[in-house]
C-alpha cells in the first residue's frame, strides 16, 4: 500500500499562501496579473489530478489478486501448453515423450468414482482394452495388488506377445501406481492419476482429467525402436478405450 505524505501532498495540492492577500481591482494590470494567476491555478489543478491519477494506478497494480482469482484459471488442464489444452477440450487423446517415457492425457465427461470403477476393473481390462488378450489378479490385499496382464498384437506378419507382471498401489480415487515384478519387459513403471476439471471457471467439476505417466523398456532382445514406436501408438488408443468404457457403463 502506499501512503500519502505531508511531502506528497505538498506536490499533488500545492497551496498559495500569497494568492488571497492581492486587492481586487478592476486596473488592467491586476487583471492580467489574476488572470495570469487563474492559468496558473488551472494549471496545478490539472498537475493534482494527473498526480492522483497516478497513485492511484500504483495502488491498484500494488494491491495483491486474491486467491480465488489467482486459481481461476490454474486448473491441470489450463496448465498445459495450449495446442494440448485444445486437443483434450475436443476429447482428443494428448500423448507427450519419447524412448518409452510418456504421459498420455485425455478429458472425459464422468465423476472421479465412474472413471475408478474403470481404471480398477483389472479383472475386466481385455474386454475393452484394444490388444489385452488376459488380465488376471494374482494377489488382493485391499489398495495394494499383484495383476498379471498379456498383450498380444499383429507387427507386419509376426504376432508379438508380451506378458508383465505388476504391483499395484492405489490411493483412493486419486492415483494408481504400478512397477514391474517380472514379465517380457526390462522395465516399466509409473502411475494412473485422475484430477476433477470444471469445463467452466467456478463451476463444480463435471469432467475428469485421465494422465498415465510411464516408463516401459524392452527387454535386450526386443528392438528398441520398433518397441518405443508401438507402444507409443497404443497409448492413444488405450486412452480412447477407457473413455469409451466409461460412456457405455454411465451413460
Keep these: ?49 494527473g498526480s492522483l491519477l497516478l497513485v492511484a494506478i500504483a495502488i491498484a497494480c500494488l494491491t495483491p489478486i486474491s ?9 491441470p488442464v489450463d496448465r498445459l501448453p495450449s495446442v494440448q489444452r485444445d486437443s483434450l477440450r475436443k476429447g482428443q487423446p494428448v500423448v507427450t515423450g519419447d524412448n518409452g517415457k510418456y504421459v498420455a492425457r485425455i478429458l472425459v ?28 489378479i494374482l494377489e488382493n490385499r485391499g489398495s495394494r495388488k499383484v495383476i498379471e496382464q498379456v498383450d498380444s498384437r499383429q507387427v507386419f506378419l509376426v504376432t508379438i506377445t508380451s506378458r508383465t507382471k ?3 498401489q ?15 519387459l526390462s522395465k516399466m513403471e509409473g502411475y494412473w492419476k485422475i484430477e476433477p476439471v470444471s469445463s467452466i471457471p467456478r463451476r463444480p467439476p463435471n469432467q475428469i482429467l485421465i494422465t498415465y505417466t510411464v516408463n516401459a523398456q524392452p527387454s535386450s532382445s526386443t528392438p528398441a525402436e520398433a ?13 480412447k478405450a477407457i473413455k469409451t468404457e466409461v460412456k457405455s457403463r454411465f451413460s
Design 1 to 49: 500500500m502506499i501512503k500519502v505524505t505531508e511531502s506528497t501532498k505538498s506536490i499533488v495540492n500545492p497551496s498559495y499562501p500569497n494568492f488571497m492577500q492581492f486587492h481586487r481591482s478592476n486596473s488592467p494590470a491586476n487583471s492580467a496579473t489574476n488572470s495570469s494567476r487563474t492559468k496558473k491555478m488551472q494549471s496545478h489543478s490539472k498537475l493534482r489530478s
Design 170 to 184: 492405489e490411493t483412493e480415487r486419486r492415483q494408481i501406481d504400478f512397477r514391474l515384478l517380472d514379465g517380457d
Design 166 to 168: 505388476l504391483a499395484i
Design 109 to 136: 465427461t464422468a465423476s472421479a468414482a465412474q472413471v475408478w470403477q474403470v481404471l480398477t476393473d483389472y479383472a475386466n481390462l481385455e474386454r475393452f482394452i484394444p490388444n489385452m488378450t488376459s488380465s488376471k
Design 227 to 239: 518397441f518405443y514406436t508401438i507402444f507409443k501408438e497404443a497409448l492413444g488408443d488405450t486412452l
Design 67 to 75: 486467491p480465488a482469482h489467482a486459481s481461476l484459471f490454474d486448473g
